[in-house]
Protein backbone atom coordinates (compact mmCIF):
# COMPACT_ATOMS: atom_id res chain seq x y z
CA UNK A 1 0.00 0.00 0.00
CA UNK A 2 3.08 2.38 0.96
CA UNK A 3 4.39 1.74 -2.70
CA UNK A 4 0.94 2.91 -4.33
CA UNK A 5 1.33 6.35 -2.26
CA UNK A 6 4.50 6.96 -4.06
CA UNK A 7 3.65 6.15 -8.06
CA UNK A 8 1.26 7.60 -10.34
CA UNK A 9 -0.06 5.95 -13.76
CA UNK A 10 -1.48 6.89 -17.07
CA UNK A 11 -2.60 4.28 -19.43
CA UNK A 12 -2.93 4.48 -23.34
CA UNK A 13 -6.67 4.39 -22.70
CA UNK A 14 -8.11 6.28 -19.15
CA UNK A 15 -11.56 5.72 -18.87
CA UNK A 16 -13.26 8.93 -17.15
CA UNK A 17 -16.59 9.09 -15.68
CA UNK A 18 -18.67 11.70 -18.15
CA UNK A 19 -21.05 12.48 -14.90
CA UNK A 20 -18.03 14.47 -13.43
CA UNK A 21 -16.23 17.74 -14.16
CA UNK A 22 -12.64 17.92 -14.44
CA UNK A 23 -12.08 19.22 -10.89
CA UNK A 24 -14.69 16.46 -9.57
CA UNK A 25 -12.52 13.87 -10.89
CA UNK A 26 -9.44 15.37 -9.49
CA UNK A 27 -11.61 15.44 -6.02
CA UNK A 28 -11.68 11.77 -6.42
CA UNK A 29 -8.42 10.71 -7.46
CA UNK A 30 -7.14 12.65 -4.75
CA UNK A 31 -8.97 11.57 -2.34
CA UNK A 32 -6.97 7.90 -3.10
CA UNK A 33 -3.76 9.20 -1.56
CA UNK A 34 -3.24 9.89 1.84
CA UNK A 35 -0.89 13.11 0.49
CA UNK A 36 -0.70 14.99 -2.55
CA UNK A 37 -1.29 18.22 -4.74
CA UNK A 38 -4.84 20.09 -4.46
CA UNK A 39 -6.93 19.14 -7.63
CA UNK A 40 -6.74 23.00 -8.41
CA UNK A 41 -2.72 22.20 -8.36
CA UNK A 42 -3.27 19.34 -10.53
CA UNK A 43 -5.51 21.58 -12.80
CA UNK A 44 -3.15 23.99 -13.05
CA UNK A 45 0.23 21.81 -14.00
CA UNK A 46 -1.87 20.45 -16.72
CA UNK A 47 -2.84 23.70 -18.09
CA UNK A 48 -6.69 23.22 -17.67
CA UNK A 49 -8.26 25.67 -15.84
CA UNK A 50 -10.65 27.01 -18.45
CA UNK A 51 -12.07 23.39 -18.41
CA UNK A 52 -12.23 23.18 -14.58
CA UNK A 53 -16.02 22.85 -14.49
CA UNK A 54 -16.46 21.16 -18.00
CA UNK A 55 -17.65 17.70 -18.14
CA UNK A 56 -15.06 14.96 -19.26
CA UNK A 57 -17.30 13.63 -22.24
CA UNK A 58 -16.84 17.68 -23.44
CA UNK A 59 -13.20 17.13 -23.54
CA UNK A 60 -11.31 17.54 -26.92
CA UNK A 61 -8.60 13.99 -26.88
CA UNK A 62 -5.67 16.20 -26.33
CA UNK A 63 -7.64 17.40 -22.97
CA UNK A 64 -8.63 14.41 -22.30
CA UNK A 65 -5.21 12.73 -22.34
CA UNK A 66 -3.58 16.00 -20.31
CA UNK A 67 -6.86 14.78 -17.19
CA UNK A 68 -5.42 11.48 -17.70
CA UNK A 69 -1.82 12.58 -16.83
CA UNK A 70 -3.23 14.98 -14.21
CA UNK A 71 -4.99 11.80 -12.45
CA UNK A 72 -1.33 10.17 -12.16
CA UNK A 73 -0.01 13.66 -10.69
CA UNK A 74 -2.39 14.43 -8.42
CA UNK A 75 -0.74 12.48 -5.59
CA UNK A 76 2.68 13.92 -6.36
CA UNK A 77 4.17 10.76 -7.28
CA UNK A 78 7.80 9.95 -6.84
CA UNK A 79 7.83 7.85 -9.93
CA UNK A 80 5.30 8.33 -12.47
CA UNK A 81 4.52 5.81 -15.56
CA UNK A 82 3.09 6.83 -18.91
CA UNK A 83 1.96 4.14 -21.60
CA UNK A 84 2.12 5.78 -24.64
CA UNK A 85 0.62 8.95 -23.46
CA UNK A 86 0.41 11.09 -26.68
CA UNK A 87 -1.12 8.48 -29.20
CA UNK A 88 -3.68 9.86 -31.46
CA UNK A 89 -2.67 13.98 -30.35
CA UNK A 90 -2.86 16.38 -32.54
CA UNK A 91 0.88 17.87 -32.22
CA UNK A 92 -0.06 20.77 -29.99
CA UNK A 93 -1.72 18.49 -27.73
CA UNK A 94 1.51 16.63 -28.02
CA UNK A 95 4.34 19.30 -27.34
CA UNK A 96 1.70 20.56 -24.30
CA UNK A 97 2.03 16.37 -22.56
CA UNK A 98 5.60 17.01 -23.59
CA UNK A 99 6.13 19.92 -21.31
CA UNK A 100 4.11 18.63 -18.37
CA UNK A 101 6.75 15.53 -18.56
CA UNK A 102 10.01 17.69 -19.09
CA UNK A 103 8.82 19.77 -15.94
CA UNK A 104 8.24 16.17 -13.70
CA UNK A 105 11.53 15.58 -14.45
CA UNK A 106 12.99 19.40 -13.47
CA UNK A 107 11.53 18.32 -9.89
CA UNK A 108 13.76 15.61 -9.66
CA UNK A 109 11.54 12.95 -9.94
CA UNK A 110 11.57 9.84 -12.25
CA UNK A 111 9.09 9.12 -15.65
CA UNK A 112 9.04 5.73 -17.09
CA UNK A 113 7.63 6.28 -20.70
CA UNK A 114 6.23 3.37 -23.51
CA UNK A 115 6.01 5.38 -26.85
CA UNK A 116 6.72 4.01 -30.30
CA UNK A 117 7.38 7.46 -31.32
CA UNK A 118 10.90 7.52 -31.38
CA UNK A 119 11.49 11.38 -31.91
CA UNK A 120 9.42 11.72 -28.34
CA UNK A 121 11.63 8.70 -26.71
CA UNK A 122 15.30 11.25 -28.12
CA UNK A 123 13.51 14.18 -26.54
CA UNK A 124 12.64 13.27 -23.00
CA UNK A 125 14.10 10.11 -22.25
CA UNK A 126 17.83 9.63 -20.63
CA UNK A 127 17.84 6.58 -21.23
CA UNK A 128 16.23 4.48 -23.74
CA UNK A 129 15.13 0.55 -23.99
CA UNK A 130 13.98 -0.69 -27.31
CA UNK A 131 12.35 -3.82 -27.03
CA UNK A 132 11.31 -5.72 -29.27
CA UNK A 133 9.35 -9.12 -29.71
CA UNK A 134 9.39 -8.89 -25.82
CA UNK A 135 13.44 -8.27 -25.30
CA UNK A 136 15.25 -5.53 -24.55
CA UNK A 137 17.46 -5.42 -27.46
CA UNK A 138 19.60 -2.28 -27.10
CA UNK A 139 19.92 -0.16 -24.14
CA UNK A 140 21.55 3.19 -23.27
CA UNK A 141 21.21 7.28 -23.61
CA UNK A 142 19.39 8.25 -27.15
CA UNK A 143 23.43 9.46 -28.24
CA UNK A 144 25.06 5.98 -27.30
CA UNK A 145 22.28 4.24 -29.11
CA UNK A 146 22.75 6.24 -32.38
CA UNK A 147 26.13 5.99 -32.00
CA UNK A 148 25.96 2.35 -32.39
CA UNK A 149 24.72 2.14 -35.86
CA UNK A 150 27.92 3.11 -37.04
CA UNK A 151 27.90 6.97 -38.36
CA UNK A 152 26.14 10.09 -36.77
CA UNK A 153 24.98 11.28 -40.31
CA UNK A 154 22.41 9.92 -43.10
CA UNK A 155 22.54 11.01 -46.51
CA UNK A 156 18.79 10.13 -48.05
CA UNK A 157 18.63 9.97 -51.65
CA UNK A 158 16.06 8.78 -54.68
CA UNK A 159 16.83 8.33 -58.19
CA UNK A 160 15.30 8.43 -61.30
CA UNK A 161 12.22 6.54 -62.13
CA UNK A 162 13.12 2.80 -62.68
CA UNK A 163 16.54 3.56 -62.73
CA UNK A 164 18.70 0.64 -61.02
CA UNK A 165 21.71 1.32 -58.87
CA UNK A 166 24.50 -0.50 -57.90
CA UNK A 167 24.20 -1.28 -54.00
CA UNK A 168 27.20 -2.99 -52.87
CA UNK A 169 29.10 -0.04 -55.05
CA UNK A 170 27.52 2.32 -52.85
CA UNK A 171 28.69 0.87 -49.43
CA UNK A 172 31.60 1.34 -50.75
CA UNK A 173 32.25 4.92 -50.84
CA UNK A 174 34.04 6.55 -48.62
CA UNK A 175 33.04 6.95 -44.59
CA UNK A 176 29.77 4.79 -45.74
CA UNK A 177 28.87 1.92 -42.95
CA UNK A 178 25.59 0.98 -43.86
CA UNK A 179 22.86 1.47 -46.17
CA UNK A 180 19.07 0.60 -46.14
CA UNK A 181 16.49 1.04 -48.61
CA UNK A 182 13.06 1.77 -48.34
CA UNK A 183 10.60 1.27 -51.46
CA UNK A 184 12.73 4.35 -53.30
CA UNK A 185 14.24 5.81 -50.94
CA UNK A 186 18.24 5.05 -50.27
CA UNK A 187 19.73 6.22 -46.87
CA UNK A 188 23.62 5.85 -46.72
CA UNK A 189 24.90 5.69 -42.90
CA UNK A 190 28.03 8.06 -42.90
CA UNK A 191 30.55 9.22 -40.12
CA UNK A 192 31.83 12.12 -42.87
CA UNK A 193 29.09 13.67 -45.44
CA UNK A 194 31.85 15.93 -46.58
CA UNK A 195 33.41 12.71 -48.07
CA UNK A 196 30.26 10.75 -49.14
CA UNK A 197 28.55 13.61 -50.99
CA UNK A 198 31.02 14.36 -53.25
CA UNK A 199 31.50 10.76 -54.07
CA UNK A 200 27.88 9.53 -54.16
CA UNK A 201 27.41 12.47 -56.80
CA UNK A 202 30.37 11.35 -58.48
CA UNK A 203 29.22 7.53 -58.78
CA UNK A 204 25.78 8.90 -60.14
CA UNK A 205 26.79 10.63 -62.48
CA UNK A 206 29.88 8.17 -63.68
CA UNK A 207 26.67 5.40 -64.11
CA UNK A 208 24.49 7.92 -65.63
CA UNK A 209 22.12 7.86 -62.70
CA UNK A 210 19.97 11.13 -62.22
CA UNK A 211 19.41 12.00 -58.70
CA UNK A 212 15.63 12.98 -58.20
CA UNK A 213 16.31 14.39 -54.74
CA UNK A 214 18.89 14.40 -51.55
CA UNK A 215 18.87 15.38 -47.96
CA UNK A 216 21.71 15.26 -44.90
CA UNK A 217 19.95 14.68 -41.59
CA UNK A 218 21.14 13.25 -38.22
CA UNK A 219 20.76 9.67 -37.25
CA UNK A 220 17.81 9.31 -34.82
CA UNK A 221 16.51 6.93 -32.72
CA UNK A 222 14.18 5.32 -35.28
CA UNK A 223 16.99 4.75 -37.54
CA UNK A 224 18.53 2.63 -34.62
CA UNK A 225 15.41 0.53 -34.16
CA UNK A 226 14.74 -0.38 -38.34
CA UNK A 227 18.09 -0.78 -37.99
CA UNK A 228 18.64 -3.49 -34.85
CA UNK A 229 14.83 -5.28 -35.82
CA UNK A 230 15.18 -4.65 -39.65
CA UNK A 231 11.52 -3.27 -39.76
CA UNK A 232 9.46 -0.26 -39.84
CA UNK A 233 7.73 0.99 -36.73
CA UNK A 234 4.52 -0.25 -36.64
CA UNK A 235 1.55 0.42 -34.16
CA UNK A 236 0.12 -3.37 -34.98
CA UNK A 237 3.50 -4.86 -33.44
Not at 27 to 37: C, D, E, M, T, W
Not at 62 to 79: I, M, N, S
Not at 88 to 111: A, C, K, M, Y
Not at 177 to 203: G, Q
Request: charged residues 30%.
Amino acid sequence: MSLRQRIGISLQETRLSDKLTVRETLVLFRSFYAQGLSPDAAIAQVALEEKARAYTDKLSGGQRQRLAVACALVGDPELLFLDEPTTGLDPQSRRQLWDIIREFRQRGRTVVLTTHAMDEAERLCDRVAIVDKGQVIALGTPRELIARIGGEQIIDFRIGDNEIIDQDALIRLPTATRLRKDDDLFSLTVSEPRLAVPALLDFLRENGQSLADLTIRSATLEDVFVTLTGRHLRDDK
